[in-house]
């Protein structure tokens, strides 16, 4: 077992609190967290007046995921329409999807899908698994509700292995109906919404059922942010416990750490700042800040998912894409930033979490045992795992059979360990 350093009760100083960290690789695309949220940051952070009209991606040619008319009409969570799905990866399950009623980050409805695999034998109100994948693209066909069932989604092994429990799997696609990369705050809404959807869902038979959350890298900001405002925004979901790791909780912070040097994952980051440009369109306006080879690979990008966008932004800077200062921000990109900031966030989860982090992560782990301090100051029971030695692309396998572990024990109602 990982060494687990107790919590403090009360803020330090961040300065304190850094370790060095070795140079790490950047081959791996798991590692894309760091570099690819920091470049978002630092690139909404020059935010001009609103005149430009963001670059939205090619509509889904399935009607299914389409919203229909009256979708202001249902309430969170209802379900507008389902369907049944084949199975073939996920042996023995029943699988449906579900279009459910949501809201964008400017409380308008929107229609979003997820998933729901059943194990053998039904659902019977069996626990339920809300399973936030690390989604990094910007193209509606790379959703989960696609790469679920085609063979590319990287993390689908593990959803076999959530099965093999007996637990039903719910997986949403917590980018939403625009694929707006970065906003992490509406990935936690959709996060709630698309569980709501599944206990509504009469065939799936999970009415009754206690929920557990669980993600990693941008798929931890969507389960971190599910938890933080399920208090006060689904404060009737059965939650009992939540499984995060390598969770980046300060973008703005991350583009400090990382700085302005060429990367090979600078497109997932310049995807990133579309994404957000999508989820707030009058105040997050890229299009003047782009020079000509921004607007070109902004154009290259708008519709790609995760391998085409690093292959397209590979080791480009933001001087070559972008013009202005892009660390001096106003008050429209800090207050954006912090509401899509687990560390600036205010709400704190109300049931226990288990957060892991690599101690040799790009993304700051001294940063998450802060925010992981302040939600044990709140009374949340927190455990946190520092894995010693691991990067960003190696926590995740360190830490999942230890997350899966922790969901497990909380489901059979034994206490949460914490080390607050």
Known sequence: MAARRALPNAHRDPASARRPGRQQSLGSWRRLAAIALSVAAAALAYAPPATATPIYPIADPDPFYWA??????????????????PTGAYAGATAWQLLYRSSNSANQPIAAVTTVLIPAGGGLNRPIVSYQPFVNSLGMQCAPSHSLFNGTMQEAPALNLLLA?????????????????????LGGRLTLDGIRAVKRFPPADLAGSPVGLVGYS????ATGFAAALAPEYAPELPIVGVAQGGVPVNIGKLARDVGLQPSPLFGLGFAAGIG??????????????????GWALRDQVANACTQEIINAGANKGFNDVFYGNMFDADATTIR????????TFPGVPRVPV???HGTNDQVDPWLAREVMGRYCASGTPVLLDLIPGADHGSAIFQGAPRAYGYLSDRFAGIPAPSNC
Not at 68 to 85: E, K, Q, T, Y
Not at 336 to 343: D, G, P, V
């Open 165 to 185: 429990r007996g637990w039903a799997v719910a997986v949403p696609d917590h980018l939403g109906p625009t694929s707006a990369y970065g906003a992490a705050r």
């Open 336 to 343: 954006i930033l912090h509401e899509n900031s687990l560390e």
């Open 218 to 221: 941008g798929g931890g900001m």
């Open 68 to 85: 229909p008319g009256d979708v202001g009409n249902f309430a969170p969570g209802d379900v507008i329409r389902s369907r049944p799905m």
């Open 354 to 356: 288990y957060e892991w």
């Open 276 to 293: 957000l440009e999508r989820e707030y369109p009058a105040e997050l306006p890229m299009e003047r800040i782009l020079n000509p080879a």
